[in-house]
Structures are given as C-alpha cells and as structure tokens.
C-alpha cells in the first residue's frame, strides 16, 4: 500500500511540474494598424488577462509590439492612446511595449523628422521578427 501512495504521488508530481516548470505565463500583442479601436483593445486585452492571471496568483509577462501603421500607437505626437500608455507605465509593470526600428526609420524618412516615441518604449529592429523569436521561444502571439 505504501508503494502504491508513493507512484500515486511521484505521478502527481511528474504531471504538475510542467505547469510550475514553465515560469510566467507569456503573451505578445501585435498592433499594426493605426486605427485606435484596435489599440485600445490591445490595452484591454492585456489589462483583462493580466487580471485573469493575477487573480489566480500567476504571473504573466506581456510584450506589446508595435510596427507599420500600429507604431502610431507609440508616437508621442500621434498615439490616441497615450494617457492609457502612461497609465500602464505606472499600473502594470508587467507590460512592456516594443517600437519596431524599421517602422520608426521608415516614418522618419517619409515625414523628413524625428518620430518620437513615448517613454518606457524598447526599440527592437524589426516588429515582425520579434514576434517569430518569441513564438519561437513559446510566447503566445495574439493579434486583437
């Protein structure tokens, strides 16, 4: 009997550790277009499986990246969305958002200036090959 309650219990620990192996949960939301409906249900998405997560006492890491069109999202001068960003800033440090270089180079030499791009924003090289490298690295990528 004291065998049987030890395979039961190495099996049970065998089929759990996956779930506390894996580390935080992790989502990547892409924003490609400029359309502010689409980026404010980016934020909500993020800000609903947040809660999700932390509800049940998970942790969660979500990128936001922003590329073409959706980088205006994250330009100072044209974010509809800017004071929700700021808000994130403070709120959810959970949350990170990724300008994609390519895009920021591209608008630059279109418009002849500077895009400036709000604060606690990472410049990656390029949006589209960030999201392969982390699905790659088994991120969950979700375009709202």
């Not at 949960?25 to 932390?54: C, E, G, P, W």
């Not at 001068?77 to 300008?99: E, I």
């Not at 960030?130 to 709202?144: A, F, Y």
């Amino acid at each position: 009997m004291r065998l049987l309650r030890l395979v039961v219990a190495l099996l049970a620990l065998f089929f759990a550790l996956p779930a506390f192996a894996d580390g935080p949960h992790r989502l990547a939301l892409q924003i490609s277009d400029n359309d502010a409906d689409k980026m404010n249900a980016v934020l909500n998405v993020a800000t609903n499986v947040s809660k999700y997560y932390a509800d049940k006492g998970e942790e969660l890491e979500i990128q936001i990246v922003a590329f073409n069109a959706g980088l205006h999202m994250l330009r100072e001068d044209t974010s509809p969305v800017k004071p929700r960003l700021a808000s994130f800033a403070k709120s959810m440090p959970n949350v990170s958002f990724k300008a994609c270089q390519n895009t920021v180079d591209s608008m630059a030499k279109r418009e002849g200036k500077a895009i400036p791009i709000v604060e606690n924003t990472e410049h990656v090289t390029a949006g589209v090959a960030t999201l392969i490298e982390l699905s790659e690295k088994g991120w969950t990528i979700v375009r709202p």
